[in-house]
């Protein structure tokens, strides 16, 4: 399964942009990028989802570099809300089935 | 409004006495997973079932088994619990090769 890295921790003003990284050296072609976010005492909840082109939604923005080899997910304004584990996972687009998650980074929101 | 439920969000059980987790979904998705998260750590994957068609990961211990009796409902059955089983569980669903979609958990209590 292709593997993803992920800062452990990483913290933002609030009001501010947020960037959060992840490396995925190992990506296939045919390998989606799913991002996922788990608040304190929630299960995960979807974000975004990319292949290759970048992506807009109301949560968050993608993007995907052209080599596919890491992507960044963007928090346009970062809230007390967005406090969150954000995790960075592949999913092996037709045929994969099965969610590994890396450790994520931990998201601080600072007042 | 579809979505994943999970019965109940909280279970204490006894050492070695025999527990059952439930869950339940209205998205009609043919897939459905359990995740063991301990504090502090990532979800790890412990089984799904694609339709009837069951799949265990490597590493998951044999006290853990599941049943799907249809497409709605998935059951995790712990045998024995032990201390080291104190937990959140995640169940999710999935269609194949889409993104996942996950219930709030259960938080396992062993003493």
């Known amino acids: 399964d292709a593997k993803t890295t992920q800062p452990n921790s990483m913290e933002s003003n609030e009001e501010e942009p947020v960037h959060l990284p992840c490396n995925h050296s190992t990506i296939s072609g045919t390998d989606y990028i799913h991002w996922y976010r788990q608040l304190p005492s929630q299960g995960p909840e979807y974000v975004i989802h990319g292949l290759t082109s970048n992506v807009n939604n109301r949560m968050a923005s993608l993007a995907i570099a052209e080599d596919r080899k890491s992507s960044t997910l963007i928090l346009h304004r970062a809230t007390l809300r967005d406090a969150a584990v954000y995790y960075c996972?592949?999913?092996?687009?037709?045929?994969?089935?099965?969610?590994?998650f890396g450790t994520g980074t931990s998201l601080t929101v600072i007042p | 409004d579809a979505m994943v439920i999970q019965n109940p969000r909280y279970q204490v059980t006894q050492f070695g006495k025999p527990v059952t987790l439930s869950c339940s979904q209205t998205?009609?998705?043919?897939?459905m997973y359990w995740y063991q998260q301990k504090s502090s750590q990532a979800p790890k994957l412990l089984f799904h079932?694609?339709?009837?068609?069951?799949?265990n990961e490597a590493d998951t211990p044999d006290n853990f088994q599941s049943r799907r009796p249809n497409t709605s409902f998935c059951f995790l059955d712990i045998r024995s619990p032990g201390l080291g089983d104190a937990a959140m569980y995640l169940c999710a669903t999935s269609r194949l090769g889409y993104g996942y979609t996950f219930g709030s958990g259960t938080r396992l209590t062993v003493v």
């Open positions: 079932y694609y339709d009837k068609d069951f799949n």
């Open positions: 996972i592949l999913l092996r687009g037709n045929t994969g089935n099965q969610f590994y």
């Open positions: 998205l009609n998705h043919n897939v």
